[in-house]
């Protein structure tokens, strides 16, 4: 089984900030690597695949970068919408695994 | 409009069972892969399982493998989770996803992210 570790465990930031989030791959999981962003009461929301595609109607604030075991999820300017929390999952192998996510709090 | 309505769902005491029902509407649903994804309380994101388009193949976790089954009906867009025996620490929500995409032209299968999602359904196990 590949092993997600996102760090931090949480990030504070003030809006408008850049923050940047970061998954790390027990193993290699080439680029299949999506990034989900999780409120309470709502299901996941898909914001990048493909290490670094995003997904349809995600905003160009968000961007994701990496290959192999290590990734990183950038969001260029905060908006109050973007505090939640951030998981980060591989789909290179079964099982499909996720990171155990990143709460993005504001400061 | 591209919708997964979930129903299902509910209070079962340990060792009972529950099927957990995804209908689809407003895409091809037998082009897709399904996946069941859950989240426990106070927990992170968990994959549970997923099948092919066709339902020939099925993929589970290990910690319910032998003990819950996915299945799916394409005449009736609809996927499908049986969960047996069932224990506290499968107390979640559980989401179903729709996944890998089959381009039957090509043969093809390509995956663009767990693009859709039902609103979750609630499975708590206690006595």
């Known amino acids: 089984e590949k092993v997600m570790t996102q760090s931090p465990a949480t990030l504070s930031e003030f809006p408008g900030e850049r923050a940047t989030l970061s998954c790390r791959a027990s193993?290699?999981?080439?680029?299949?690597l999506a990034w989900f962003q999780k409120k309470p009461g709502q299901p996941p929301r898909l914001l990048i695949y493909?290490?670094?595609t995003r997904a349809t109607g995600i905003p160009a604030r968000f961007s994701g970068s990496g290959s192999g075991t290590e990734f990183t999820l950038t969001i260029s300017s905060l908006q109050s919408e973007d505090f939640a929390v951030y998981y980060c999952q591989q789909y290179n192998n079964w099982p499909i695994t996720f990171g155990q996510g990143t709460r993005l709090e504001i400061k | 409009e591209v919708q997964l309505v979930q129903s299902g769902g509910g209070l079962v005491q340990p060792g009972g069972s529950l099927r957990l029902s995804c209908a689809a509407s407003g895409f091809t649903f037998s082009s897709y892969w399904m996946s069941w994804v859950r989240q426990a309380p106070g927990k992170g994101l968990e994959w549970v399982a997923n099948?092919?388009?066709?339902?020939?193949?099925?993929y589970y976790v290990d910690s319910v493998k032998g003990r819950f089954t996915i299945s799916r009906d394409n005449a009736k867009n609809s996927v499908f989770l049986q969960m047996n025996s069932l224990r506290v620490e499968d107390t979640a929500v559980y989401y179903c996803?729709?996944?890998?995409?089959?381009?039957?032209?090509?043969?093809?299968?390509?995956?663009?992210?767990?693009?859709?999602w039902g609103l979750g359904t609630t499975v708590t196990v206690s006595s």
């Open positions: 493909g290490a670094s």
């Open positions: 099948v092919k388009h066709d339902g020939s193949d099925k």
């Open positions: 996803a729709r996944d890998t995409y089959y381009d039957i032209l090509t043969g093809d299968h390509h995956y663009y992210g767990m693009n859709v």
């Open positions: 193993q290699s999981v080439s680029n299949n």
